[in-house]
């Protein structure tokens, strides 16, 4: 059974960071590309970064470019993100997901057949 759990969520003072992790389990996961999606208070999911298999290439949204940092250990089974700079609209439930096809990195949701059960950011004051 593929398993994604993800972790590190908090409250956070604008201008703060947090790490969220995520551990892969029921599937290959050094096989395959990964994804972090967010979703806002009231609003739909929005993707945010992808890595590939090996991290020689990297994606972001134009929102979270130049603060936010996606990374992965396969020998680990986990995939990173780095926040820095947070923002009030960066406040969300994020979640790690796992494309159907190996080497997919889109923002197309659809393409995501395994997601976790996220975890809560909250950035304010």
């Known amino acids: 059974e593929v398993q994604l759990v993800e972790s590190g969520g908090g409250l956070v003072q604008p201008g703060g960071s947090l790490t969220l992790t995520c551990v892969g389990s029921?599937?290959?996961?050094?096989?395959?590309?990964m994804s972090w999606v967010r979703q806002a208070p009231g609003k739909g999911l929005e993707w945010v970064s992808g890595?590939?298999?090996?991290?020689?290439?990297?994606n972001y949204a134009e929102s979270v470019k130049g603060r936010f940092t996606i990374s992965r250990d396969n020998a680990k089974n986990t995939l990173y993100l780095q926040m820095n700079s947070l923002k009030p609209e960066d406040t969300a439930v994020y979640y790690c997901?796992?494309?159907?096809?190996?080497?997919?990195?889109?923002?197309?949701?659809?393409?995501?057949?395994?997601w976790g059960q996220g975890t809560q950011v909250t950035v304010s004051s």
């Open positions: 997901a796992k494309p159907k096809a190996r080497a997919t990195m889109t923002l197309n949701l659809a393409e995501y057949d395994y």
């Open positions: 029921g599937f290959s996961f050094s096989w395959y590309y």
């Open positions: 890595i590939t298999t090996v991290g020689d290439r990297i």
